[in-house]
């Protein structure tokens, strides 16, 4: 086969067609003149060369290795990142703005001394006269713990063994959420006083979960005024038609009946420095209180006690400069340590 009758040999290139170029001997930037004896020509990511046999060959098989190298990526020069993509990813984490409550469930066996009668000796009770009083017949209580921290409450926050179920809960966008204190009981049964003139009356739920309604809102001196409900899910789904978000017409819903208790509902504002505590008394069988906050584990009772602590995120004036760094959040036995020192 003669030279004019050879084929010219197509390849796939990858890189750009100055990289391509410079390969075979030619840059525009560089201002080099094709080498003799190559074709170079581009279109549509391809590559033509066209050697013509010098030496014997030897020139064609040169070139041939040098564009396979090139194909399989010895040459090629990696992307760059975007200077947005490095900016996003040195960026601190974004910190959600509001109100910022962490709550948690002490757990000992019931009638413990401590969670049931000492510790409420270091806390200054919440609420009007009244509203303790019937607080109190209904089995519940609530008190504020604030400065210095008694040792044995210390150790209780850092116990894996006594805390149940910690949380941490950001309202920003919520302005009220339900945490989960017992349950689920099979067969509820205890006595409600809804109000001091009143008689006792009979309560019997199924499948009862019990919560305390928590909603917290931000108050000018940076300390947050907190409304606390008693609040319990029981029975199975059923369906119930709402009025929908427009008033023009009845919507059907699948919800879990809930019973509300506004009557043993209290409020009281918090530092950051503070405790809200509401549990139950051991003497207090068949009431609210105790539908609230005793649980079984293997037929042995305990008792628990609900503990919240809040305060405002990014509270006062924002800053002109990013923070430096994400900004994490101690927990509350963390805190309660820095607090003891």
């Not at 564009?67 to 200077?83: K, Q």
């Not at 966008?173 to 009143?198: K, M, Q």
């Not at 950051?272 to 079984?296: H, K, M, N, P």
């Amino acid at each position: 086969m003669s030279l004019s009758q050879r084929k010219p040999l197509i390849f796939r290139i990858h890189q750009s067609p100055g990289a391509a170029a410079c390969i075979l001997g030619f840059h525009p930037m560089c201002g080099q003149k094709p080498l003799n004896g190559v074709d170079f020509s581009m279109h549509s990511g391809y590559a033509k060369l066209a050697f013509h046999q010098r030496n014997g060959g030897t020139m064609q098989r040169m070139w041939l290795l040098m564009l396979c190298a090139a194909a399989v990526g010895c040459l090629h020069r990696p992307d760059r990142p975007v200077a947005t993509s490095v900016v996003r990813s040195l960026a601190p984490a974004a910190v959600v703005e509001g109100l910022y409550l962490e709550s948690l469930l002490l757990e000992r066996p019931l009638g413990d001394s401590f969670l049931d009668d000492e510790l409420w000796r270091f806390t200054l009770p919440v609420g009007s006269q009244e509203t303790r009083v019937l607080l109190a017949e209904n089995g519940l209580r609530a008190g504020i713990l604030t400065g210095h921290l008694p040792p044995r409450f210390q150790k209780l926050l850092e116990s894996e063994a006594a805390v149940v179920n910690p949380r941490g809960l950001t309202f920003g966008l919520r302005s009220e959420e339900v945490i989960p204190t017992a349950g689920p009981h099979d067969n509820c049964n205890f006595h409600w006083l809804p109000d001091l003139a009143r008689e006792r009356t009979p309560v019997r739920f199924a499948n009862a979960r019990a919560g305390i309604l928590v909603r917290p809102e931000a108050q000018p001196d940076n300390r947050v005024r907190i409304v606390c409900e008693p609040r319990i899910q029981h029975g199975e789904k059923r369906e119930w038609f709402r009025p929908s978000s427009d008033t023009t017409e009845f919507v059907k819903h699948q919800e879990v009946p809930l019973a509300r208790y506004p009557q043993c509902a209290f409020e009281t504002v918090l530092s950051r420095e503070d405790y809200l505590l509401i549990g139950w008394s051991a003497d207090q069988r068949e009431t609210l209180g105790e539908v609230l906050f005793c649980v079984e584990a293997n037929q042995v009772p305990y008792q628990r006690v609900l503990v919240l602590r809040t305060w405002m995120v990014n509270a006062g004036p924002s800053s002109d400069l990013p923070p430096l760094g994400p900004q994490r959040r101690p927990s509350i036995a963390a805190q309660a340590a820095e607090s003891c020192r």
